[in-house]
């Protein structure tokens, strides 16, 4: 059992940056692939991230360039830091935990945070 907590999440200007943290329970951490979601008003739940067991990092074309997936294994912490954010990154951010290794797709994760709201104003 993963239990999930995000805390960074707040309202930043256009062009500004945050940094997510995902951290997580458990002695288990090191064997799950961490992946980041987010759901804007609206729209479906999407895929942003996730970085593999291995440390391994994917990113979804819309943030591709301008977020950055790490984790800190010791400290049971996954992070994104998100630069130059746009009006449209405005959502929920999720963080989720696969042990299946990196995945874009939801359903393939088997423990889910709550979420951080990230506001982006123009």
């Known amino acids: 059992q993963v239990q999930l907590g995000e805390s960074g999440g707040g309202f930043v200007q256009a062009g500004g940056s945050l940094r997510l943290s995902c951290a997580a329970s458990?002695?288990?951490?090191?064997?799950?692939?961490i992946g980041w979601f987010r759901q804007a008003p609206g729209k479906e739940r999407e895929f942003v991230a996730y970085?593999?067991?291995?440390?391994?990092?994917y990113y979804a074309d819309p943030v591709k360039g301008r977020f950055t997936i790490s984790r800190d294994n010791a400290k049971n912490t996954a992070y994104l830091q998100m630069n130059s954010l746009k009006p449209e990154d405005t959502a929920v951010y999720s963080c989720?935990?696969?042990?299946?290794?990196?995945?874009?797709?939801?359903?393939?994760?088997?423990?889910w945070g709550q979420g951080t709201q990230v506001t982006v104003s123009s």
């Open positions: 458990g002695r288990t951490f090191s064997s799950y692939a």
């Open positions: 970085i593999t067991q291995s440390g391994s990092a």
């Open positions: 989720a935990a696969s042990s299946r290794g990196g995945r874009v797709r939801q359903y393939e994760y088997d423990y």
